[in-house]
Structures are given as C-alpha cells and as structure tokens.
C-alpha cells in the first residue's frame, strides 16, 4: 500500500522558514519523480515544485521560484521542501504527490495518483 506522510508544517510570521518532510513507503521511491502541490482555502490545488527520481532535477512554480527548494533522499525515502522568505500568499494545506506515469505535474489531482494527507502551513503576522 503506498502511502505519503508529509509533516513540518505550522505557523510562521512573513519572511520566515520552514522545512516540509514527505516519508514515503509502498512502493520504490527512488524510482519515480515526486511533486508537491499545494490547495489554499476555497481554491485548486497548485503544483509547486517537482524533482525527478535521481534528484539531478528540479522545477519550481513561478511563485515561489528562488524562495523553495525540493530536495529528496532516496535512501531514507523521504522528500523535502524548504521554504524560506515565506509569504501570506503561501498559506495552504501542503501535499506530496506522487505523479501519474508519463504525466508530468499540473495545477489538477488527475496529474496524481497518490497524494499524502497534508501538512497546513499559515504564513501570519
């Protein structure tokens, strides 16, 4: 069964960081690019950045372009996300996903086939 865990989330004032942690298991990890998506309230899901298997790779929304960095370890199975100079506008339920085989990523869940529970990040003064 696969599943992703993502925790590190929380409130945090403007301007500051956070480090987001996804602990996958169920399926081989180090074999499949990874994305998170991001879903503010009363809103779509976002995509925000993807990394490939190896890790060599890396995409960024360009909303949070030069802030976020994804970064993985395959060998703990785990996928990150730091994010730094955060932003009101960053608030929102954080998800790892796990993309579609040959779909690339998307602001949609239909470019997922399986996404963890969330971790809520509130950017607030």
């Known amino acids: 069964e696969v599943q992703l865990v993502e925790s590190g989330g929380g409130l945090v004032q403007p301007g500051g960081s956070l480090r987001l942690s996804c602990a996958a298991s169920g399926f081989t990890f180090g074999s499949y690019d990874m994305s998170w998506v991001r879903q503010a309230p009363g809103k779509g899901p976002e995509w925000v950045s993807a990394?490939?298997?190896?890790?060599?790779?890396?995409y960024y929304a360009d909303s949070v372009k030069g802030r976020f960095t994804i970064s993985r370890d395959n060998a703990k199975n785990t996928l990150y996300l730091q994010m730094n100079s955060l932003k009101p506008e960053d608030t929102a339920v954080y998800y790892c996903?796990?993309?579609?085989?040959?779909?690339?990523?998307?602001?949609?869940?239909?470019?997922?086939?399986?996404w963890g529970q969330g971790t809520q990040v509130t950017v607030s003064s």
């Open positions: 990394i490939n298997s190896g890790g060599a790779s890396t």
């Open positions: 996903a796990k993309p579609r085989p040959r779909r690339g990523y998307g602001d949609s869940w239909l470019f997922y086939d399986y």
